[in-house]
């Protein structure tokens, strides 16, 4: 039986074969929300594969969408796509994209474009209060989408609407595409922003299963308000030469890195 833990390494293994068979970018982006996604599907997320339109499902709205390979590792680990669709992922006529895709059961929305995941959140959390349907929606963002207008527009609205099963999970791993957050756009204190705007703010450990496991348990973090889990990550986890690392923002592994970070990750105990 495997741990929590031991299941995430495996997620991360499959999403550097993916990234290194075809050579595609984001490695890093990945890394960083593995252990969040993991949580949420093993552990946490109301649904049934078999029925993937189930009513009473909650949705994931993965805002961050061009780390596609851990999402579709996770759902091949719990059975929502055949584990044989990640050998071919990113070739040309399959139906894995470098973005996640909807045409696959476990995602509710494409995505790519950064700062749209945060409106649609809102626009399906507020149609299932209306519906009195007991999900909640979960949106996933980058934390380069916090200097978004669109993001801050979501924001006021969800408080506005006491969305109270809205949660935004944003994974915090302090680097976007030309270099740190701070140095791009200075955010100050985000969890300051948001209580001012209306929101119960949590800030956890993203890569500490048993931290993710207790705060998801407990939402929404306060009633009539929407929930943001900040979650403090690290780009690359797992792999020491990606951590922290920009190039791996836009790079896949040549076959001696790949080698390497293979070892690294099968060593590491995360």
Same mark, same amino acid.
């Given at each position: 039986?495997f741990?929590?833990?031991?299941?995430s390494?495996?997620?991360k293994l499959?999403s550097?074969?993916?990234?290194?068979?075809?050579?595609t970018?984001?490695?890093? !982006?990945?890394f960083?929300?593995?252990?969040?996604?993991y949580v *949420?599907? +093993?552990d946490? #997320?109301?649904?049934?594969? /078999?029925?993937?339109n189930?009513?009473?499902r909650?949705?994931v709205?993965?805002?961050?969408?061009?780390?596609?390979?851990i999402?579709?590792?996770?759902?091949?680990?719990?059975?929502?796509?055949?584990?044989?669709?990640?050998?071919?992922?990113?070739?040309?006529?399959?139906?894995?994209s470098?973005?996640?895709?909807?045409?696959?059961?476990?995602?509710?929305?494409?995505?790519?474009?950064l700062g749209h995941?945060?409106?649609?959140?809102?626009?399906?959390?507020?149609?299932?209060?209306?519906?009195?349907?007991?999900?909640?929606?979960?949106?996933?963002?980058?934390?380069?989408?916090m200097?978004?207008?669109?993001?801050?527009?979501?924001i006021?609205?969800? !408080?506005h609407?006491?969305?109270?099963?809205?949660?935004?999970i *944003?994974? +915090?791993?302090k #680097?976007?595409?030309?270099? /740190?957050?701070k140095?791009?756009i200075?955010?100050?204190?985000?969890?300051?922003?948001?209580k001012e705007?209306?929101?119960?703010?949590?800030?956890?450990?993203?890569h500490?299963?048993?931290?993710?496991k207790?705060?998801?348990?407990?939402?929404?973090?306060?009633?009539?308000?929407?929930?943001?889990?900040?979650a403090?990550t690290?780009?690359?986890?797992?792999?020491?030469f990606?951590?922290?690392?920009?190039?791996w923002?836009?790079?896949?592994?040549?076959?001696?890195e790949?080698?390497l970070?293979?070892?690294?990750?099968?060593?590491?105990?995360?």
């Open positions: 039986m741990t929590s833990k031991e299941l390494k495996i997620i499959e550097l074969k993916m990234h290194y068979k075809s050579k970018s984001h490695i890093g !982006s990945n960083s929300v593995a252990d969040i996604l *949420l599907y +093993n946490v #997320l109301k649904y049934d594969i /078999n029925n993937p189930y009513i009473n909650d949705r709205i993965y805002s961050k969408g061009h780390a596609a390979t999402l579709y590792a996770v759902l091949a680990e719990k059975g929502f796509i055949n584990k044989e669709l990640i050998n071919n992922y990113g070739n040309d006529n399959q139906i894995l470098s973005h996640v895709t909807h045409k696959v059961n476990g995602i509710e929305f494409s995505t790519g474009s995941g945060a409106s649609i959140g809102c626009g399906i959390a507020i149609a299932l209060k209306r519906k009195n349907i007991d999900a909640k929606v979960w949106v996933i963002l980058s934390d380069g989408e200097n978004e207008g669109s993001t801050w527009e979501a006021l609205f969800a !408080s609407h006491k969305l109270d099963n809205l949660i935004f *944003l994974d +915090n791993n #680097l976007q595409a030309f270099g /740190n957050t140095d791009i200075n955010m100050g204190s985000i969890p300051n922003k948001l705007f209306g929101w119960a703010v949590q800030e956890v450990d993203g500490n299963h048993d931290e993710l207790s705060v998801f348990s407990k939402l929404p973090l306060e009633n009539n308000k929407p929930s943001f889990i900040l403090h690290i780009k690359g986890k797992g792999v020491d990606m951590e922290n690392n920009l190039l923002h836009y790079r896949s592994p040549n076959e001696e790949y080698r970070a293979l070892k690294k990750l099968e060593e590491n105990n995360l």
